[in-house]
Nanobody, 128 residues
Framework: QVQLVESGGGLVQAGGSLRLSCAASGRTFSMYPMGWFRQAPGKERELVAAISGNGRMTSYAESVKGRFTISRDNAKNTMYLQMNSLKPEDTAVFYC?????????????????????WGQGTQVTVSS
């Protein structure tokens, strides 16, 4: 059974940093596209960053460009989101997601309905 577990969330002051991890189990996700999404209170879930199956292409929401970095370690079956210069508006529950289709290409997937497996989320709270 596929399981994604996020960790690394917490409370941080504005300007601080956090590193989120998404550990996958149940199968290997090397060469499967992955992404981070977030949902703030009262708002819809949105894409934060996505990474291609081969790990060589990334995509970011405009609001996080230059501050967040998505990466993956296929040997560890883990994806990361390094978040720097955090702002109060980054406060949200962050979710990791993986497509179930093997894709060893540069293709990026940005829609929620394109992802098949989801973690339960980790809370990130940024205080001003």
């Amino acid at each position: 059974q596929v399981q994604l577990v996020e960790s690394g969330g917490g409370l941080v002051q504005a300007g601080g940093s956090l590193r989120l991890s998404c550990a996958a189990s149940g199968r290997t996700f090397s060469m499967y596209p992955m992404g981070w999404f977030r949902q703030a209170p009262g708002k819809e879930r949105e894409l934060v960053a996505a990474i291609s199956g081969n790990g060589r292409m990334t995509s970011y929401a405009e609001s996080v460009k230059g501050r967040f970095t998505i990466s993956r370690d296929n040997a560890k079956n883990t994806m990361y989101l390094q978040m720097n210069s955090l702002k109060p508006e980054d406060t949200a529950v962050f979710y990791c997601a993986v497509r179930k289709y093997y894709s060893p290409t540069y293709e990026i997937w940005e829609r929620q309905d394109e992802y098949n497996y989801w973690g339960q989320g980790t809370q990130v709270t940024v205080s001003s």
